[in-house]
């Protein structure tokens, strides 16, 4: 257990979690604390419903889609702290030198680009774009205006003449936003 009793993780582990995450080893003991706090079964993996306790994640309106982002990893309908931390990982700010596969600029698009592809097949149809839209404005907006909004974005990002939004071209559409910025949350040390 190294000289860590409590995270149950041996040092072996851990150095591999920091080293594909790219989280130091205080912030993943305190995701470990965080983690073991939403396993309410103490079972060791969280549900759907674990995650949806989040007040954060219970009131966003795209809370849905990302929770599902933590079971795309995963083959069961459950969550290990591995995969837990793998997908908190797209949210860490990138630091000159320390960037990896997850927090660079290609990973959080893509992480937020599966948002959008609700069928999971590598394209955003107006119709997805559609349902997200709808997820994050609710009644606010009428369905006429939404329409409008998701068939002026189709058109405006759907380089190939598709009718879609492939993922090279919802890049191009983000180009000139800070994404890296966007989607970072500090984590504490």
Request: proline residues 2%.
């Amino acid at each position: 257990m190294g000289s860590r009793p409590s995270l149950l993780l041996r040092d072996e582990e851990l150095a591999e979690i920091q080293k594909e995450t790219g989280f130091t080893a205080n912030q993943i003991e305190r995701l470990y604390s965080r983690f073991t706090a939403l396993d309410k079964t103490a079972t060791g993996a969280l549900s759907r419903e674990d995650f949806l306790r989040i007040p954060e994640l219970a009131i966003n309106p795209l809370g849905d889609r990302i929770v599902m982002a933590f079971f795309r990893q995963s083959d069961e309908d459950r969550v290990n702290f591995r995969q837990f931390v793998r997908v908190l990982a797209h949210f860490r700010p990138i630091k000159k030198g320390r960037e990896n596969a997850y927090n660079s600029r290609e990973g959080k698009l893509k992480f937020a680009f599966k948002l959008y592809d609700l069928d999971d097949d590598d394209r955003i149809t107006k119709e997805e774009l559609l349902a997200v839209l709808q997820m994050m404005v609710g009644e606010n907006i009428s369905e006429e205006q939404l329409i409008s909004i998701a068939e002026r974005t189709i058109l405006e990002a759907d380089m190939d003449g598709d009718g879609m939004i492939g993922f090279e071209e919802f890049c191009k559409v983000l180009d000139r936003s800070l994404v890296e910025q966007k989607m970072s949350i500090r984590f504490l040390n």
